[in-house]
């Protein structure tokens, strides 16, 4: 199916005429040559009728491709299942090849992840190949003036390679600027992803600075928010920053907030409150 086609279909489906549709966004006369010949429409104006259809662009780009899943999905999905297994080398040369054919960093976006995540926490962070592939997420990255959620589920990701001040200065710089999107509940999952993250990485470094930005980030989410992962990671790290400040712990809170993690069955957050002295 065209774009021309799908416009057309959708104004259909939603008893759109041409006029109704185009008011405020273009002429009917360019429309109607659009839907009947398939002549250009800018991005803005496709954007503009998707908005007047209620239809986000992932429902778009669901229904232009028929709703087959495109081949970056399907190589998607294959990465992440591939996490539930040991390390690949096929799989990241089968990454890197897509990547060296296309030209497109999605590709290596992939295989950088998959690298770096199914080596953590062994001495292959600290190769040259792990090394070489944080300098060239960092160069992609620093490229970028606006970040989508590409940018950030990648920077998320890969947060771990980078320098606790070049964190920070990203998240100043870059982060702040996507509340533009803060509409999206693929947006809002993807941030607090990052804001979790990154709470967890500064503490983990004892970056009492960094920590403390990304704490105040994450507690003034959770302070809107109803979720119980964001709530209860405000409540961790809060608890976390507070003893390691102090040089003293809440015993009584302590017990308290073990149990709640035990509950949601957070191995991770359970060990880091344990060892807290």
Known sequence: MRHNELIRKLRHERGL???ELTSGVCSRNALSTFETDGSKMS???CFAFCEKMNITLEEYEYQFHDGNISEKRIISRKVKEAFNTSYSS???NELLEKYASTNDFYYYSLYAQYYLLSNLNTEQLRSNTAKGIAKKVKRYLDAVDVWGRFELVLFSNCMFMFESEYIAFQFHESIKLM???SDS???SADLLAFLVNGTQLMYERKAKVELDIFLAELQAVARK???YRTLLASRVFSFLQ???SSNKTDEAER?????VIRFFDNQKWYQLVSDVQ
Not at 255 to 259: H, P, S, V, W, Y
């Open 185 to 187: 509940a693929s947006y």
């Open 90 to 92: 096929e799989l990241s």
């Open 179 to 181: 509340r533009v999107y």
């Open 242 to 244: 507070k003893s390691y």
């Open 255 to 259: 017990t308290q907030l073990l149990a």
């Open 43 to 45: 991005f803005e104006s």
């Open 225 to 227: 928010s109803s979720d």
């Open 17 to 19: 005429s041409q006029t």
